[in-house]
């Protein structure tokens, strides 16, 4: 099953959403399509708060990060590819999103991404308790 991509990345934002209220978080996914993170969540007595960037692949593809390692932002990522069939998140601090990618150049044009074998990993596989509890 293929989605259009607008409805590929509501399913991972919300995929994610769903997974961050188990965890007891409040959970506000941010305007679509606007720069930024994808989701503000915070603790159920709000001294806690969290900037979360969601990345949503039809298939396990590799994720674009841009011309610059300089843009990720936010206090988690969070990868979910297959979304229409079987998800799977992969949670990532930035730290690992900018260590772990990967620099191309083609035509004078620089750009970054996650190749599937640095994201797909136990470590970050459906890892939800590395953001710990709302």
Request: aromatic residues 8%; glycine residues 8%; hydrophobic residues 40%.
């Amino acid at each position: 099953m293929t989605l259009d991509p607008q409805l590929t990345g509501n399913a991972g934002l919300y995929y994610t959403c769903y997974h961050l209220s188990l965890l007891g978080w409040n959970v506000m996914p941010t305007a679509r399509n606007a720069r930024g993170v994808d989701i503000i969540a915070y603790s159920q007595d709000a001294t806690r708060k969290l900037a979360i960037q969601v990345k949503a692949l039809s298939k396990r593809n590799p994720v674009p990060l841009g011309t610059s390692l300089d843009k990720i932002m936010g206090d988690v990522w969070v990868v979910v590819n297959k979304v229409a069939t079987t998800p799977s998140a992969f949670i990532l601090l930035p730290s690992e999103v900018r260590e772990l990618a990967k620099r191309g150049e083609k035509e004078g044009r620089v750009s970054f991404w996650l190749q599937p074998t640095s994201y797909d990993q136990e470590t970050f596989k459906e890892r939800w308790e590395r953001i710990g509890h709302g």
